[in-house]
């Protein structure tokens, strides 16, 4: 709403207020109600529907959150909506179908730059490692990108994808740089260290990581793998023990677990 001027004539006050009491005295009350409640009520309905999906959508119940977001689009569309969309249909591996919201979303403003980070993830998937990091390097054209090492991290696995190791410690590096706290780069550093044959320093990465984050689980995992290779079985079976403890009937700790049946041999 326009901010009103600082000098405004008591005449211009009273003829103003006598405009609006004769246009409410001609206007009907339903008619006003048209006017106003469908836009109030469609994003309501957008808001609620949009929401849930994402609720679904993080509770991992993709196709659940689809049927949100397709009743959100119904009332309005929006950049945020399709790259939803997009997420959800990759997580339902239907990556042609994703692609195409992540276009719909920069249709709609080209400077949303999650949704060529989201692309570039469909194309690492479908194993177009080239024109996935072009689709990532294009986010961070947007000075204005709140998440830069998001789009880093994913630069990096595309190129360790592709044996390029050293591209991809440079740009997880850059990852870690920019958003220290921000954890999937040192795990895929360690992990890109250890296939280099530096256990040391994949051992140094999970180290610092697990100063700031004892209960990463996943970084203990890992730590495990690296002990055992090296013959430290007890500090792998510690390593194991922990995961198994803190993230009690998960893959990770069933996987963990494996290792600890092992080790009792």
């Not at 998937?125 to 991290?153: C, M, Q, R, T, W």
């Amino acid at each position: 709403m326009k901010k009103s001027p600082f000098c405004i004539m008591a005449f211009s006050i009273l003829v103003f207020t006598l405009f609006l009491l004769a246009a409410c005295a001609t206007t009907p009350k339903s008619e006003t109600k048209k006017e106003v409640q469908p836009k109030d009520l469609k994003g309501a309905r957008y808001t609620l529907h949009y929401n849930t999906g994402l609720s679904r959508l993080g509770s991992g119940k993709p196709t659940y959150a689809m049927v949100e977001f397709l009743e959100a689009e119904k009332y309005k569309k929006t950049p945020e909506l399709y790259y939803a969309m997009g997420q959800t249909c990759y997580e339902l591996k239907r990556y042609s179908l994703s692609l195409d919201y992540f276009d719909k979303a920069l249709l709609m403003n080209k400077d949303f730059s999650k949704a060529y980070v989201g692309k570039g993830i469909v194309l690492i998937a479908l194993g177009s490692y080239d024109k996935a990091i072009a689709e990532l390097k294009n986010s961070l054209e947007n000075i204005v990108f709140h998440e830069p090492e998001s789009a880093y991290y994913n630069i990096a696995v595309a190129y360790a994808k592709m044996n390029n190791y050293e591209g991809a410690v440079e740009n997880l590096k850059t990852a870690i740089k920019l958003k220290p706290e921000y954890i999937p780069p040192y795990i895929e550093l360690a992990r890109i260290y250890r296939k280099m044959g530096r256990a040391d320093l994949s051992e140094g990465i999970l180290q610092e990581v697990l100063e700031q984050y004892p209960k990463l689980a996943q970084a203990h995992y890992m730590l495990g793998i690296i002990y055992l290779e090296q013959k430290r079985y007890l500090a792998a079976k510690m390593e194991f023990s922990e995961v198994t403890k803190l993230v009690p009937d998960t893959p990770l700790a069933r996987e963990a677990e494996k290792y600890l049946k092992g080790l009792e041999r």
